[in-house]
């Protein structure tokens, strides 16, 4: 099993402010990343999948980024409605895993 | 607009049995891989399993394996998770999703439920 680490666990921004999410694999898994966001009693969102595409309806300040075992989440200027929890999961090989979550907080 | 509409979560005894139904509309259902993915209270994401589109070809986590199965029907555009032997730590929120490339099975999921709650207790 592939196992994904996330960092930092939470993070503190403002408002306007780039951010960079990290996520490790455990072994290579070339480009099968996607990021996902999950806001409060909400179903999570695909945000980035094949490491840097983004998926349809996803504006353009979310960026992704990385190849083998080390990717990275931006986003560019952060907005009010940015601030939620973001996943990365491999997709490749099953099964299928996610990392632990990256919070980001005022 | 695609939407996933869980069902079937409840209170359950641990070493009890329970079935999930997920309910698919517009999209063709029978196209689409679907996953099932729980999310236990305050926790992370946790992928459980697959079914491929023609029901050919499944896959679940290891916390799981031997203990939940997946199957589904495609004359009624649904998806089911059947759970049995649960533990304590079953206790979760229950999401469907789909992968997003008809066809194909790439873990890409693009379209999820609200999810169905389950609780087991000792």
């Known amino acids: 099993e592939i196992v994904l680490t996330q960092s930092p666990a939470t993070l503190s921004v403002s408002p306007g402010q780039r951010v960079t999410l990290s996520c490790r694999a455990s072994q290579s898994i070339r480009s099968n990343l996607a990021w996902y966001q999950q806001k409060p009693g909400q179903a999570p969102r695909l945000l980035i999948f094949a490491g840097s595409t983004r998926a349809t309806g996803i504006p353009a300040r979310f960026g992704g980024d990385g190849s083998g075992t080390e990717f990275t989440l931006t986003i560019s200027s952060l907005q009010s409605e940015d601030f939620a929890v973001y996943y990365c999961q491999q997709c490749h090989s099953w099964p299928y895993t996610f990392g632990q979550g990256t919070k980001l907080e005022i | 607009e695609v939407q996933l509409v869980e069902s079937g979560g409840a209170v359950v005894q641990r070493g009890g049995s329970l079935s999930l139904s997920c309910a698919a509309s517009g999209l063709t259902f029978d196209e689409y891989t679907m996953h099932w993915v729980r999310q236990a209270p305050g926790k992370g994401l946790e992928w459980i399993s697959l079914?491929?589109?023609?029901?050919?070809?499944?896959d679940f986590a290891d916390s799981v394996k031997g203990r939940f199965t997946i199957s589904r029907d495609n004359s009624r555009n649904s998806l089911y998770l059947h759970m049995s032997s649960l533990k304590i730590e079953d206790t979760a929120r229950y999401f469907c999703?789909?992968?997003?490339?008809?066809?194909?099975?790439?873990?890409?999921?693009?379209?999820w439920g609200q999810g169905t709650v389950v609780t087991v207790g000792s």
């Open positions: 079914i491929s589109w023609n029901g050919g070809s499944t």
């Open positions: 999703a789909t992968d997003m490339t008809p066809l194909m099975i790439r873990g890409r999921l693009d379209n």
